[in-house]
């Protein structure tokens, strides 16, 4: 059964840290790992990765995958209150056809 | 359109009842997933289709859950003799897919489903 665990499952850090969340993965046929957002009902995508120590970024978002080990790390930079919602980790297995397995989620809040 | 549709947005339903849920996919995405977020939970797949066949359906919890996808675009989330544990939300996603390329999925707003 594919698994993803996610951590910590709650963070409340002041605007202007750095977070890091992490996300450690069991699947069969690992195609992708992504990462969203979500604030209110729907996930936003955030990343998607395929491949392991290639770093991808947005703005003061950045994601890197090591397929090795199992895991992914999310990290934000200089948070923001907008910054506070739930981080999702999906993975993307294949077995006879794709699905994603989520993790619980990392509920971050920025406080002013 | 811009974005996965869904519709309706909430429903409210009695214990036993039949309902169905739609989902609009981006034009053009192929694959179209639907998941189930119920409070407090993480997302849960329940099924996944490529044009209109459902090569996974190992998802759906129950025989009362079922989905069809007619012309490769609209998908409908059926649930038979609804039961308070359906209470959640129900979300879709679609995504481009040829084979041995990956896309990212996008979601739509989802529907929340409430049975009493």
């Known amino acids: 059964e594919d698994k993803v665990v996610q951590s910590p499952l709650s963070l409340v850090v002041h605007e202007g840290d750095t977070v890091t969340l992490n996300c450690s993965y069991e699947?069969?046929?690992?195609?992708?790992l992504l990462w969203y957002k979500q604030e209110k009902k729907a996930p936003t995508f955030l990343f998607m990765l395929?491949?392991?120590?290639i770093e991808k970024k947005s703005g003061r978002l950045s994601s890197i995958l090591d397929k090795k080990e199992l895991f992914s790390i999310l990290n934000i930079t200089a948070t923001q209150t907008g910054d506070s919602a739930i981080y999702l980790c999906a993975v993307e297995g294949w077995r006879g056809g794709s699905r994603l397995t989520f993790g619980e989620g990392t509920q971050l809040t920025v406080n002013p | 359109g811009a974005g996965v549709s869904q519709s309706p947005s909430n429903k409210v339903t009695e214990k036993g009842k039949d309902v169905e849920l739609r989902c609009d996919p981006i034009s053009g995405h192929t694959a179209l997933y639907w998941y189930r977020q119920s409070l407090g939970q993480g997302l849960e797949f329940l099924i996944y289709?490529?044009?209109?066949?459902?090569?996974?359906k190992s998802g759906l919890p129950s025989d009362r859950f079922s989905a069809e996808r007619t012309g490769g675009s609209v998908s409908t989330l059926t649930i038979q003799r609804t039961q308070q544990e359906d209470s959640a939300v129900y979300l879709c996603?679609?995504?481009?897919?040829?084979?041995?390329?990956?896309?990212?999925?996008?979601f739509g707003p989802g529907t929340r489903l409430t049975v009493t």
């Open positions: 996603a679609s995504s481009r897919r040829l084979a041995g390329t990956i896309y990212e999925q996008y």
């Open positions: 699947v069969t046929n690992f195609r992708s």
């Open positions: 289709f490529q044009g209109n066949s459902a090569p996974d």
């Open positions: 395929t491949s392991s120590g």
